[in-house]
């Protein structure tokens, strides 16, 4: 990924409308929409073939609550790292399963916007900006990781 080359982005999401909705988010936000998957099997397919820089991912999917296994295995084995988007907050484990965050459902258009930005901005130069948005939670492994220390906002 260079400077002008925009992140792509895999959305992981079983409720079409809301996969509608972060796809125009993640467009607007100058970043690329590559694909979309409704069940942990469509998305490690789909991460193998597209290599995203970047996955938002919901706990719950169309074939039950195998985000978190999702998660793991699109971090270790496709190298993108993941973003919890997901009203099953309290379903992560301690270490994230290797997540960089979570953002809890619902979230406003607001949130996402702010969230996609400064993980942009951490992504390219792999440190944090500051303290992260308000509605984004980064895990304490990529807290440490991108230098920020920042205590959760929200």
């Not at 079409?16 to 796809?23: D, K, M, R, T």
Request: glycine content about 10%; overall charge negative.
């Amino acid at each position: 990924m260079t400077a002008a080359d925009p992140l792509d982005v895999l959305i992981v999401e079983d409720e079409v409308l809301l996969a509608e909705e972060l796809s125009f988010l993640v467009r607007e936000a100058g970043l690329r929409d590559v694909g979309r998957a409704m069940s942990s099997a469509e998305a490690i397919s789909l991460a193998s073939t597209l290599t995203p820089d970047l996955a938002l991912v919901d706990v719950h999917l169309t074939d039950g609550p195998t985000g978190v296994e999702t998660a793991r295995m699109l971090v270790e084995d496709c190298g993108a790292v993941v973003l919890f988007m997901t009203a099953n907050v309290k379903r992560l484990p301690d270490d994230y399963a290797g997540a960089c965050g979570v953002i809890g459902k619902p979230y406003s258009e607001q949130t996402v916007r702010s969230a996609l930005a400064y993980l942009e901005t951490c992504l390219r130069e792999d440190h944090a900006p500051g303290p992260p948005p308000q509605g984004l939670e980064l895990s304490p492994q990529f807290r440490d990781l991108w230098g920020g220390g920042y205590a959760a906002a929200g």
